[in-house]
């Protein structure tokens, strides 16, 4: 089973040939692909798996997810 996780976009740097977008989950920067998701915009929210935008999300969709996870992870 994979996993995606919402990340929200804080920058995008237009690379050839595909954009890259840094997102930031908990504190933590990444780069990541937007080549599956080139209209993705700085402030929105994507799925994100193995390194690639995989969709856009609306932010209450992101949030709920955030916390789901949150929860999953406070039972370890």
């Known amino acids: 089973m994979c996993l995606a996780i919402p990340t929200q976009i804080i920058a995008i740097e237009a690379t050839s040939p595909?954009?890259?977008?840094?997102?930031v989950l908990e504190g933590?920067?990444?780069r990541i692909?937007?080549?599956l998701t080139p209209e993705a915009q700085?402030?929105?929210y994507v799925l994100v798996h193995?390194?690639?935008?995989?969709s856009r999300v609306d932010a209450v969709e992101a949030q709920?997810?955030?916390a789901m996870l949150a929860e999953m992870t406070a039972y370890q």
């Open 18 to 23: 595909f954009p890259q977008a840094t997102v």
């Open 28 to 30: 933590v920067e990444r």
């Open 33 to 35: 692909s937007l080549a």
């Open 42 to 44: 700085v402030g929105d």
């Open 50 to 54: 193995t390194g690639y935008a995989i």
């Open 64 to 66: 709920e997810t955030l």
